[in-house]
């Protein structure tokens, strides 16, 4: 089945993966690039929620800047870290996120992780026809971001549309919202945006 082959194609491989010194080389331009791309995929969403939709592109910076912090030199680690974010990179059909809850006082912190308990969830996207297309929990990364009273500041979610909803998202007219009760949001994605994420959403 096609669908198979290009998912299996978009994950990385320690191929994919530079040295030290290779990647500072041309670490200056390639952040230029990621950011770029960074910028057509993040979204907004109310005051204190910011939504990264995630591709091959900038799972691969990010490993690349944990190895360069953490000075990872072995095979193994760079092994590690591929089976970490790998499951980040969407396949057809989807859509994968980083979800962050931008807090910037302890009061706040205080206040609303308690508050967001279940926000990883509660994340949909809606479509011009009315359709709802509800966030997936990456399971890798679920057991160890929320507790039962409070949330995690970050989150890992996926998407997962029809080949009839992704034809609907094509349309534009598309919303991303929170549809917790402690937290309900609406962001209306731009034009740009719904293009970069139909990359990701078709072969």
Do not use: C
Not at 125 to 137: E, F, P, R, T
Not at 168 to 174: M, S, T
Not at 180 to 200: C, G, K, Q, R, S
Request: proline residues 2%.
């Amino acid at each position: 089945m096609k669908t198979e082959t290009a998912s299996t194609s978009r994950k990385l491989t320690f191929s994919d993966i530079l040295d030290h010194r290779a990647y500072e080389r041309i670490r200056a331009g390639r952040q230029n690039e990621v950011f770029e791309i960074k910028r057509r995929r993040r979204i907004a969403l109310g005051t204190m929620m910011m939504v990264m939709f995630e591709n091959r592109v900038t799972m691969q910076a990010q490993i690349q800047e944990m190895l360069r912090v953490e000075k990872v030199l072995t095979d193994e680690g760079v092994l590690e870290e591929l089976k970490a974010y790998n499951p980040l990179i969407p396949e057809q059909g989807q859509l994968s996120a980083t979800l962050f809850i931008e807090l910037t006082t302890d009061a706040q912190v205080r206040e609303w992780l308690p508050k967001l308990v279940g926000i990883e969830r509660a994340i949909a996207i809606k479509l011009s026809n009315g359709d709802v297309v509800n966030a997936v929990v990456e399971e890798s990364h679920a057991e160890q971001l929320t507790r039962e009273n409070v949330t995690a500041a970050v989150h890992y979610i996926r998407f997962e549309f029809s080949p009839q909803q992704i034809d609907e998202f094509a349309k534009g007219d598309v919303q991303l919202v929170s549809l917790l009760p402690n937290y309900i949001e609406a962001t209306e994605l731009a034009e740009y945006t719904v293009t970069e994420l139909l990359i990701d959403l078709r072969d």
